[in-house]
């Protein structure tokens, strides 16, 4: 089977041979893992450019049995002169790396597919903050996924009477009320299994509602906080290992924005 498409290279591996295998979310397929023919003899190449992590390009695949491997690739658009700036590289590298890891195997996302690229246009073009748009691309990833947290009414009971300050509990995927709180202290009284539980010093809600909503250019001129950002940041981290079973990123050790 031949088939083309559009994608984004996510992660670039070296495998035997010297040879290179690319992680490409693609449009068509999602996530695939292809197989290439190229080694560091040729890596310089005009189609070896079309493969490196942080380009959009058009992908000609073909597939044997379960594996996919690349006949040809064209060059879109890259985004690799984001590595000219630390804070927009670590933001684009931490997106790739946890789109990577959060996707599976051939589940097509379209609409994550395009928030992705709309994302780091965004961030090419210096709109805004990265550290804003990357907590904003993460909290459409998760809607996405369809793993966006329960927000306005208690995660345990549903019930929609939240008594600020809101309380925003991990395990239970999102905000919870007052007497499903005071029930959580009391068994962990008893059992000694605490439960990871914040209370924002910012309103959650409304904060990760707006960055679900809003396109990436609505921030052109709008940067959260950076107390706020450095809380929802912690947030979202402990949400995403716990939910999508994702542990730290290696990509956050470029540089903690």
Known sequence: MFTDTEGMVLKQVKIAGGRRMIHIFTQKYGKISVGTGMTER??????????????????EISKNR????????EVKKSYYGLGEDLDK???????????????????????????LVDFLDCLDKG????????????????????????????????????????KFSIPDGGTICHDCHKKIIENTLNDGKARLIYEP??????????????????????????????????????YISYHLDIGPLKSESIYMI
């Open 127 to 166: 709109v805004s903050t990265p550290e804003t748009l990357l907590l904003a691309y993460e909290v459409k990833l998760l809607n996405n996924m369809g793993s966006s947290p329960v927000l306005g009414k208690c995660a345990i009971c549903g019930t929609e009477d939240i008594v600020k300050p809101v």
């Open 201 to 238: 010093v910012f309103d959650i809600v409304n904060t990760v509602r707006f960055l679900e909503i809003k396109p990436f250019s609505a921030f052109d001129k709008i940067a959260l906080d950076p107390k706020v950002a450095g809380e929802l940041k912690s947030i979202l981290r402990e």
């Open 89 to 115: 590289y670590a933001a684009a590298s931490q997106a790739l790396e946890l789109t990577d890891k959060a996707l599976p195997e051939e589940s097509p996302q379209i609409r994550l597919f395009g928030t």
């Open 42 to 59: 040729n890596s310089k190449s005009k189609a070896a450019l079309a493969i490196r992590p942080f380009t959009y390009g058009k992908y």
């Open 66 to 73: 379960d594996y996919f491997n690349l006949t040809g690739a």
